[in-house]
Every structure is written in C-alpha cells, then in structure tokens.
C-alpha cells in the first residue's frame, strides 16, 4: 500500500509540474534575495569602510560612484523601503490575480523586479537607490501573496503540503543566494553586481513565464471550463485522472471524456457551443473589504492575519537582521560566515521538514515550531544573560531550525485552504498585510527594545524572554483558533460547515 501511494506520487509530479514550481517560485526566492541584499555590502556600500582597493575604485569619470554615503538613519530608511513596497505589493496583489489572473500577476512583478533591481544596481544617490528598492519591494510582496496561490492550484491534492513549502524554501535560497555573493563582492564597486543578479532573474522569470500556462482553477472559475480541464490533464500527465479534481467544475465528471477533449479539437469545440453558458460563468469575487464583513469568512481572516503576525512576532528576523551584531563574541567566526552559516541552516531544515505539513498536518507543525522557538528564545535570553556561549550558539540554531518546521513554510500554504476560491485573493491580501506590518514592527523597534531592556536590567538577551512570551500566546491562539486544513476537500470541510448551494 505504501509503495503503490509512493508511485502514485511520482507520476503526480511531472517534468512540466517540477517546471512550473521552479520558474514561479523564482519570485519568492527574490523576495529572500532582496531581503537580504544589503546586509554584507553595507559597509562598502554607504562610504564606511575607507580601506578599498584601488582596483575596485570606480574613475574619476565614472556615473557610478564606488559609494553612496549615509549614516545609520538613512540607511534603516533605504532597508524599510522594500518592506514599504511589499506591503503594497501584497495589498493589490490579491485582487489583481483574481481578477486578471495568477499568469499575469507574476508576469507583473517579473518587471517589478527587472526595473527595481537596475535602478538599484546603477544607482549614484540614495533616492534613486530607494526608488529600486520600493520597486524591487513591489514585486517580492506581490510575489509572496500570488506564488502559493499559483502553487497550492497547480500541485497535486496529496502533496500540496510538500510543494507549498517551496515558498519558503526559495526565500531561504535567495537569502543565502545574496549573501554569499555578499561575501566575495563586498568590497569597491562590486556591490553593484550582487544587485544586479536580481535584475538577472527576473528577466529569467519573466521569460519563462512565457512558458507558463493560467491556473487551471482560476480558469475554471473565471474563463474556460474545457481549458482548464486541458490544463490540468497536462500539469498531471496523460495517464493520471483528474476526475477527482474536476469534480466541482462545470464539466462532465467522465474522465474517458476529459481526455478525449484533449484529443479532438472538434469535441472541444461542440462542448463549447452546448455549454456556453456555463462556460462563460464565473464565481463573483469577494472583495478586500467585503471578505472582512462577510461573517462566512471572518474566522478565516482571524485565522490567517493570526499565523502571519505570529510568523514575525516570535523573533525569527531578530536573528535574521541582527544576529551579526547580537552574537558579536559569542562564536568564533566572521560576521559573513555567522550569516550564512544561518541562512545554510535554515534552508536545509526547511527542505527536511518539507513533507511533515503533509505527514502530520499543517496545525500540528505550526504548534511544534512555536512551542521549539518558544523555548529556545527562553534558552537564549538566559544564556546570553550569563554568557554561556556554546548555549547561545546552540540556541540560535535550534531557533532558525524550529521556525523552518512550520512557521516558516505553513502560512504561506494555510491562508490559500481556509477560504473558497472566490475569496482566497483578498484573503492572501490581508494576510500578506499584517505580516509585512509584523515585519517591520520586529525589524523597526527589535534593536530599540533590546537596548532599552538591556540598559535598565543589566545585562544582555533580556528582549528574548518577551519573545518567549509571545510564543506562549501564539501556541494558545493557533491551538484555540486555527483549524486543520489537511486533508479537506475545501473550506466548507475545513470549518464544518454545509453551504448550501442555490
């Protein structure tokens, strides 16, 4: 039984699926690329680090100076202009994909990414610098509302958990994509070819985009019911049966059939005739603001806004953005090295966990991933309270390991399986919103917390037992208001419901 549901997995996943996750998730991986980009360059970036080799020095008459200076404030400003655009990004993002499509959506924020990555890499002064960074923002915000939408439509019911964690998967890549091209090209001008390579993929992206068909879901609730069972016949493969998958569309539930639409053109074309009117119905969208007056989804919203917020607030970025300075003398390594040592961890533990939102529910590995960081910030905040170093180390670790076994990966996947296909756009919307307010609550007043806490109490890790307490109140919340979604056939599953249908 075990081998026949591993064979059926293979032939679930085809050469043209593993295609389409790749070039879509080239978004996300932007997202982390961007993220993380001027974090080792920004010493040579902003004029700090005077001692420059003179072969790297841009000339006397070059457009490009070798640097742009700033002091801390403006560089903080020019950092917090990329969560500025993906907080836009992911507002319009959902409405627009569900409007115009998840294709078209991405193909977007592929020009989102080329036009903000050039401006980023041929930069002289900060506000043009700024300019591709808001850009750039734009894109990775749209990206990390439209890819899993994208991804949860086009994988295979059974191993949607498994792909839905590919959203993290490729953020953690570009992290540590950036930030190794940080630590060979930190230094004179070269800085402008690690913000370059952004530009590089996503003309990538948007090429292969090109190859990329629509959703077969979204075309099954907006466009072409027959189209979209032709779509899905050939994501899954010739010799797989959609039938299950198509069994809410409007179309004959008989697969022989199905598969002889791909077959016959003609066939297409009378099915077409005789159903039109079918075909030309569409579901009615809900609303940004509609989805959080509708009591049907308000327990939804709660649900989603609660794991997004609960994703940033147990610390994750504290370690992220700050850990170079935060762990200065407690491990002997460079700074560079200590950030990717991070990113390496955080990506290979993520590609571990991948099949367990599968294996044992998506619910169940947001409260282990909790309930570990939880007690490793704990862990944390004491070691570095009594300069236990091989603690501290350890703790960081085990932290950047819990969040990649379900805070990281699950959220993204969770907030396309708690509402129908009608409202999942504007959902992803708000979701996407209260993390990019989490995220800048964390990355604004972590540094500002720390130091007042450590000031008034003496010592060091004081902010970490605050995290530890809001771990404590996001178990009690994803525990008390956060359903299961494995395994449902859909939302009204999900929440125990029978809508009924006129």
Known sequence: MASGGVRQCIRDVTLYLVFLIFISTLGPLQFGFHLAELNSPQ???????????EDFASSPDSNFPQCIPMNEAAFAALSSMFVLGGFIGALFAGPISTSYGRLMAMRITSLFFVLGSTLEALAGTMPIMSIGRF????????????VPLYISEVAP?????????????????????????????????????????????????????????????????????????????????????????????DVDKSVPEAEGLLQDPGVLSRRNSSNSKASQRSIAHVGFFQVVKNPLYQPAIIAVIGIMCA??????????????????????????????????INLFTTIACAPLADKIGRKACLLVSIAGMGFMSFLLAFSLLYQIKLMSAISVLAFVAFFATGLGPVPFMMASELVGQEAVGATQSWALGANYIATFLVAQ?????????????????????????????????????VPETKGKKDADEVWGRDRRVD
């Open 311 to 344: 994703q940033q607030l147990c610390g994750i970025n504290s370690i992220m953005m700050y850990s170079v300075s935060l762990l200065s003398g407690v491990v002997s390594i460079s700074s560079s090295g200590l950030t990717i040592m991070i990113s390496l």
């Open 135 to 146: 850009l750039s923002g734009v894109g990775g915000g749209a990206s990390t509302v439209i």
């Open 445 to 481: 007043f972590f540094p500002i917390m720390n130091t007042w806490l450590n000031g008034r109490l003496g010592g060091k890790g004081w902010a970490f037992f605050v995290f530890a307490g809001l771990a404590a109140l996001c178990f009690i919340f994803v525990a008390w208001r």
């Open 157 to 249: 019911p059974k191993e949607r958990g498994l792909f839905g964690s590919m959203t993290q998967v490729t953020i953690n890549i570009g992290i540590l994509l950036t930030q190794t091209l940080g630590f060979f090209l930190s230094r004179g001008s070269l800085w402008r070819i690690i913000l370059g390579v952004g530009a590089c993929i996503g003309l990538l992206q948007g090429l292969g985009l090109f190859l990329v068909p629509e959703s077969p879901a979204w075309l099954a609730a907006h466009k072409d019911q027959q189209l979209a069972v032709r779509t899905l016949q050939r994501i899954r493969g010739h010799g797989n049966s959609i039938a299950e998958e198509i069994e809410d569309w």
């Open 43 to 53: 010493d040579v970036l902003t004029c700090k680090e005077k001692s420059v080799a």
